[in-house]
């Protein structure tokens, strides 16, 4: 996205001004373009039994990266939270003998690359293992989702919320969008249902949907007053 709106270039134009890096980001490894693509979003690696889930996704899969993701154990599965980060979903999955990749039903319109990995959870919850759980929390995708990892943060419990829970500069508090481009607030209806979702939940810990954009500590009570600030500011 530039001035003039969207440009669209080829995987080969972006592998040639782009590279994969990777680098731990608050105990997990996170990975991005280097220089920033687009929105500039990195993918996180959660680890489980063995592999790793990619959480949200990057628009460029190289070799080198895919290297290094083997060395840590692999791709058992992809989620992603929402369409924007769609990305590269194929070829990471492909890397990775057809990894499969979660993405919601409601969002099932934007899928501009249809892949036979691809599965369409459907409902609220979908449990990919026994210590990691996709939420429908809706935002501004009707199926936009997080990911709960009750094992993260030394056993207190992680939320992964991409930007669905944009967490703020200070990493205090985070906030709802429905446009980022265009600086258009989520509606208190929506708001209040991702709040109802992630109630019952319990963790310690945010991670966002860029470097550094995590509540490293005391995050169940920064959401509950999150949405007590956003819900007062937009009455």
Same mark, same amino acid.
């Given at each position: ?45 959660? *680890? ?16 080198? $990266? ?28 492909? $890397? ?47 199926? $936009? ?35 980022? *481009? ?26 966002? $949907? ?26």
């Amino acid at each position: 996205m530039n001035w003039k709106g969207q440009t669209f270039l080829s995987r080969e134009a972006l592998a040639a001004r782009c590279r994969v890096v990777w680098r731990d980001d608050l105990g997990l490894t996170g990975l991005s373009l280097d220089p920033g693509f687009a929105i500039g979003q990195r993918a996180l690696l959660v *680890p489980d039994g063995g592999g790793c889930v990619m959480w949200d996704c990057i628009p460029l899969a190289t070799t080198e $990266a895919i290297e290094h993701v083997r060395s840590l154990g692999g791709l058992k599965a992809i989620a992603i939270s929402h369409p924007h980060y769609y990305g590269a979903l194929a070829d990471w999955s492909e $890397a990775f003998g057809d990894a499969p990749v979660y993405l919601h039903a409601d969002d099932r319109q934007w899928v501009t690359r249809p892949h036979r990995a691809i599965e369409h959870w459907t409902g609220d919850s979908h449990r990919l293992s026994d210590e990691i759980t996709l939420l429908r929390s809706g935002g501004h995708f009707a199926g $936009a989702s997080m990911l709960h990892w009750p094992r993260g943060a030394d056993g207190k419990g992680a939320l992964l919320t991409g930007d669905i829970a944009q967490v703020t500069m200070d990493r205090r508090f985070v906030s709802f969008m429905y446009s980022y *481009p265009n600086y258009t607030p989520l509606n208190a209806a929506a708001v209040r249902r991702i709040a109802g979702v992630v109630a019952p939940l319990a963790f310690d810990r945010i991670y966002g $949907a860029w470097w550094g954009r995590n509540i490293a500590g005391g995050a169940r009570a920064a959401f509950d007053a999150s949405v007590a600030r956003y819900l007062a500011a937009i009455a």
